[in-house]
């Protein structure tokens, strides 16, 4: 059911691949709620995966960039803002790529080449993105920017790597950036911290399937889905949350407070007895 929550509203979306992605989900619920916006991914990710569909569903223009780069990031709001035909209410921020955990580098292993690419890639971009729009003053007052993040940022989680140091530099970038174009703009900037979703990306990481079981066994609400990530960034995307900046918020069924539950814990002691059986 929409709401028209984004009637009116002008955006781009950086990242949607294919309709596991969070970010294709993103787009189509915007786009469902009344919003215009542009499509930004790389050459790589157009061939790969799906993104003409979804701009056709969805009429929006696929402008094609490397997000590391000042340049690229300058045609794509450039463009954006002549297809749209003014200034952007919001952008999504869901860039992320690590050659460290696609080649199963241990974190006391890692290739330091792939490790400053996976900063740039997961983290630079976004302030890149956030300095870009700044100079050439291309959101709205009151516009809201949203970039996804991990509770890895905060919490050793084995296997998720250097991501883990890109996300919490992605989460420092938002407070300290939150800051000033709050201040002078008044945009807002917040950081989703999603539950693990099997997305195409997701699915790369060694253990998603214990991952995903363990954290739905830890959350009070169950794990939280790519559709209801969406449904939330739709709220942080209106104007419903126009005092909410520089937040890093967990979308996470409850899972970040807590230590054990209950089914977790019949889990763990069943396995006990087995090894005691064995």
Not at 63 to 71: E, F, G, K, P, Q
């Amino acid at each position: 059911m929409s709401h028209d929550l984004l009637s009116g509203k002008k955006g781009i979306i950086f990242g949607a691949l294919d309709e596991k992605s969070i970010a294709w989900k993103i787009a189509s619920k915007a786009h469902e709620e009344g919003a215009r916006f542009t499509l930004s991914n790389t050459p790589v990710a157009l061939r790969f995966g799906e993104l003409d569909k979804l701009a056709e569903k969805c009429g929006s223009e696929i402008i094609l960039a490397d997000a590391t780069s000042v340049a690229d990031l300058t045609t794509v709001f450039e463009q954006s803002i002549k297809f749209l035909g003014g200034k952007i209410d919001f952008v999504l921020h869901s860039v992320a790529m690590s050659m460290n955990v696609r080649k199963h580098r241990d974190y006391d292993d890692l290739d330091y080449d792939y490790f400053q690419k996976t900063i740039d890639i997961s983290a630079l971009s976004f302030h890149k993105m956030l300095q870009v729009a700044k100079k050439l003053d291309a959101i709205n007052n009151w516009g809201s920017v949203l970039a996804l993040t991990y509770i890895a940022a905060q919490r050793t989680l084995v296997g998720y790597n250097d991501m883990a140091d890109a996300k919490a530099l992605l989460e420092s970038i938002t407070r300290s950036f939150g800051y000033i174009y709050g201040r002078e703009k008044q945009v807002r900037i917040n950081t989703i911290s999603q539950s693990p979703t099997r997305t195409t990306a997701g699915s790369g990481i060694k253990g998603m399937d214990g991952l995903m079981d363990f954290t739905d066994r830890m959350s009070p609400l169950g794990n939280a889905t790519a559709d209801e990530c969406a449904d939330f960034s739709i709220v942080l995307f209106s104007d419903l949350s126009r005092k909410i900046t520089m937040q890093n918020i967990y979308h996470d069924g409850g899972f970040s407070s807590m230590a054990m539950s209950m089914r977790a814990m019949a889990q763990y002691n069943k396995c006990l007895d087995e090894e005691k059986i064995l």
